[in-house]
C-alpha cells in the first residue's frame, strides 16, 4: 500500500494554492457581495488549466485522473465553496458524462474547448417532478429523422445561466423506465432553449443556478452521448465521479473552518486566558481534525479506485454521506468557537456555515447516499 500522493499532483496542488492565496482569497467578500465571479478572474482560471483537470491529455485536458482533479477541487473548496461548484459543474458533471460515454467525434468536438474553458459546460438532471427519483425525469426527447426533438425543463442547473453546451437527460421511451432515458449534448444556442429564472439561494453565490427549458428543441442525433436508453447509467456513472469530486471540495472547506478556528481560539482570550486553553475548546478542535483526516483520505481512496479503472459507485456513496455530513459538522462548531464572530458576516465562516448547507442535499441526497450502502450491504449473494 502507497498512500504517497504522486509528485505530478502534489505539483498541481502547490500551484493551485498558490493561486488560490494569492488571486481568490482576497476576492471572497468581492465575490459574495456582487455575486459573481469576476469574468478576468474566470479567464485566469481557465488560463492556468482549471477547466481542464481531469480530462485526458487526447482531448487538450490536464490528464490528471480523478485523484489530481479532488486535489484541486480540495484547494478550490477551501478558499470559497463557489469557485468548486463552477468546476464541478463543468467538468465532473457536464464534461465528465461526455468523457466517459460519448463518441469520439462527441469528445473531439467539445472536450478541446472545454479543457482551454472556451466553451463552460453544465449538467441538467434535475427537473420539477425529478429530483431524487432522476430514472422519472418528464422532459421528452422525440426521434425525428436524424435528430431528437427535446420539450420540458430542467430545474437548479450548477452554471445554466453562463453555459455554453449543456448535458441533457430526457426521455426517448417512457415504457422503459430508466432504460428509456438519453443523454445528449444541447448547444445553448440550439433554437427552443431558454434559460429561465436565475437562482436566489441561501449560499454558493457566485455560483449561478437556474431553470432550462426545451420547446421544440432540435438536437442533431449525433450529439447523443452514448446510445439511446443508456442516458440513466450515464447519469450515474458521471454522479460517481462527482460526488468524489464533491467530498474533496468539502475537505477543503472543512479544513479551512479548522484552521480559522484553531487560530482564533488562540487569540480570543476570555477569562484571562486563550479559550484554545479551554478542554471544552480543544475537544471541538480535536472532533474536526478527526473528521477532515477521515474525509481527505476516504476520498483519496474513491479516486484511485476510479482511476485504476474500478468502479467506486459505493465508495462515491460513502465519500458524499460522510464529507457533506462531516463539513456541516466541523462548520458548526467553527461557528461556535467563533462565538459571536462566527455570525457576523464580516467573518468568512458564516458565508461557510451557508454554503455547507447545499451539500447534504445536491449531487443526491445523503438519504439517497444510504440508500445506495444499504443496497449494497442487503443485496443477495
Ligand atoms: N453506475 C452504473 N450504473 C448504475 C449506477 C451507477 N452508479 N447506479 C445505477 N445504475 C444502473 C443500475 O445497475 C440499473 O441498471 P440495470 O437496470 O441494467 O440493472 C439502472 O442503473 C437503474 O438503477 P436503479 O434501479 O438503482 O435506479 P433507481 O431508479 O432505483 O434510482 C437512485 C437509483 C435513487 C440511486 C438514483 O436515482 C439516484 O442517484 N438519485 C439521486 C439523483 C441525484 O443525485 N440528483 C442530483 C442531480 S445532479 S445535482
Redesign the pocket.
Known amino acids: 500500500m502507497d498512500f504517497s500522493v504522486p509528485d505530478d499532483v502534489k505539483l498541481l496542488q502547490s500551484t493551485v494554492r498558490e493561486f488560490v492565496r494569492d488571486r481568490l482569497a482576497p476576492l471572497t467578500m468581492q465575490v459574495e457581495h456582487d455575486d459573481a465571479v469576476p469574468s478576468e478572474v474566470l479567464q485566469e482560471m481557465k488560463d492556468l488549466g482549471l477547466f481542464a483537470i481531469p480530462f485526458a491529455e487526447e482531448y487538450g485536458g490536464g490528464g490528471f485522473g480523478e485523484l489530481g482533479y479532488c486535489v484541486a477541487m480540495e484547494e478550490l473548496g477551501a478558499v470559497n465553496a463557489a469557485y468548486s461548484n463552477i468546476i464541478g459543474g463543468h467538468c465532473s458533471?457536464s464534461g465528465a458524462a461526455i468523457a466517459l460515454a460519448g463518441s469520439d467525434h462527441l469528445k473531439q468536438r467539445y472536450l478541446p474547448a472545454m479543457a482551454t474553458g472556451e466553451k463552460l459546460g453544465a449538467?441538467a438532471?434535475?427537473e420539477p417532478n425529478a429530483?431524487?427519483?432522476?430514472?422519472h425525469i418528464q422532459t421528452t426527447a422525440r426521434r425525428d429523422g436524424d435528430h431528437y426533438v427535446l420539450n420540458g425543463s430542467k430545474l437548479w442547473v450548477s452554471n445554466g445561466p453562463m453555459a455554453d453546451l449543456y448535458t441533457v437527460f430526457a426521455v426517448t421511451d417512457k415504457e422503459q423506465g430508466?432504460?428509456g432515458v438519453t443523454a445528449f449534448v444541447v448547444d445553448r444556442d440550439t433554437p427552443g432553449l431558454t434559460i429561465g429564472k436565475v437562482d436566489e439561494k441561501m449560499g454558493l453565490r457566485g455560483s449561478k443556478t437556474s431553470e432550462i427549458f426545451f420547446d421544440e428543441c432540435c438536437v442533431p442525433a449525433e450529439n447523443v452521448i452514448g446510445e439511446e436508453g443508456r442516458g440513466?447509467?450515464v447519469a450515474?456513472?458521471t454522479?460517481?465521479g462527482g460526488r468524489i469530486a464533491l467530498g474533496a471540495s468539502c475537505v477543503g472547506q472543512a479544513q479551512t473552518a479548522l484552521t480559522m478556528s484553531i487560530q482564533w481560539s488562540r487569540q480570543r482570550v476570555q477569562f484571562g486566558r486563550p479559550i484554545a486553553s479551554n478542554q471544552a475548546i480543544q475537544w471541538m478542535l480535536a472532533d474536526s481534525e478527526v473528521d477532515v483526516h477521515a474525509g481527505r483520505w476516504m476520498t483519496y481512496h474513491a479516486a484511485w479506485k476510479i482511476d485504476s479503472g474500478q468502479r467506486a459507485?459505493h465508495e462515491a456513496a460513502v465519500v458524499k454521506v460522510y464529507c457533506s455530513e462531516m463539513l456541516n459538522r466541523v462548520v458548526d462548531r467553527a461557528v461556535q468557537v467563533h462565538g459571536g464572530m462566527g455570525y457576523m458576516k464580516e467573518f468568512d465562516i458564516e458565508r461557510m456555515y451557508r454554503d455547507a448547507r447545499i451539500v447534504r442535499i445536491?449531487?443526491?441526497t445523503s438519504e439517497?447516499q444510504r440508500?445506495?450502502i444499504a443496497d449494497d450491504l442487503l443485496r443477495d449473494e
Do not use: H, P, V, W
Not at 131 to 135: E, F, L, M, R
Open positions: 458533471l449538467f438532471l434535475t429530483g431524487s427519483d432522476a430514472a430508466s432504460k440513466f447509467r450515474m456513472q454522479l460517481d459507485s445536491y449531487e443526491g439517497i440508500m445506495i
